[in-house]
């Protein structure tokens, strides 16, 4: 069953997002003495990072502790700005005391697999298996970051595309993608539904209509968002405007 938050504004959004990150991955660390976070792209989800780069209680966090991936990366040079990893390094992770070999990125077109996305694609499965438990090919993320987009696309997972039909890989290679940059690596939703926690963070009116039908039991196929669950838990944090379409209570 999805929990739903509203805030007020984005501001607040991302500074209790980042609140909520900072006590929920200490107490993962207390609790097993490691954690592990899927960032995602987009402007919510960097928000979010430079709120938990701001945050007095940011080293209650072992960073050098924590695993991180992405749901998606754009497939572009490495010193692109377009590239969330580049995003998430100036937000909070060159600011912190991470460790480098935990830090698992998607491959940039630059780097060793050249233009090949669909190599990148399928060494970033390989990472994947590398970090997972026995019998699996995907890590069990502690909680799985996510934005959305107005027509209910998710990490690089967008409505009646490829990979939103994909059940078997754990990470694709996304051409023509209807949001600039056009080819990027994304999780597919069954890599995103490993995780135990998922976070769907957004705010903003263009957002409403695919929250609402999201909510309401909409397909993943025309809605992906809809199929970015948890095992345990499923978290919509949301601004009042992301809100506006859904039942009063
Ligand atoms: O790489 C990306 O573009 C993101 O992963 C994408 O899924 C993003 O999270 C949504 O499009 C929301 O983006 P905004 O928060 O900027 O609306």
């Avoid at 991302?14 to 954690?35: E, F, H, N, Y």
């Amino acid at each position: 069953m999805a929990e739903v938050v509203v805030y007020s504004g984005g501001e607040l959004l991302a500074a209790a997002a980042a609140a909520r990150l900072v006590t929920r991955l200490a107490d993962l660390q207390a609790a097993k003495g490691s954690a592990s976070l899927v960032l995602t792209g987009g402007g919510t989800g960097i928000a979010v990072l430079e709120q938990l780069r701001r945050s007095p209680a940011r080293d209650a966090v072992d960073w050098s502790r924590l695993d991180f991936y992405w749901g998606d990366e754009r497939f572009v040079p490495a010193d692109d700005d377009e590239r969330n990893e580049k995003q998430a390094r100036e937000a909070l992770l060159d600011h912190v005391p991470v460790d480098p070999k935990r830090v698992h990125a998607m491959a940039a077109s630059d780097g060793e697999f050249g233009d090949d996305v669909d190599a990148a694609a399928a060494a970033y499965a390989r990472v994947l298996a590398d970090n997972a438990p026995a019998g699996s090919d995907v890590p069990e993320f502690d909680i799985c970051l996510l934005g959305l987009g107005g027509e209910g696309h998710t990490a690089s997972v967008f409505p009646d595309s490829p990979a939103v039909h994909e059940t078997e890989r754990s990470v694709v290679a996304v051409r023509d993608c209807p949001k600039p940059p056009p080819t990027r690596v994304s999780l597919t939703l069954p890599a995103i539904r490993r995780a135990h926690d998922v976070w769907l963070m957004t705010t903003g009116e263009a957002k409403a209509e695919a929250v609402a039908l999201a909510l309401s039991g909409a397909s993943e196929v025309q809605v992906p968002v809809a199929g970015a669950r948890g095992q345990q838990r499923t978290l919509w944090l949301l601004d009042r405007t992301a809100a506006g379409k859904l039942p009063t209570t």
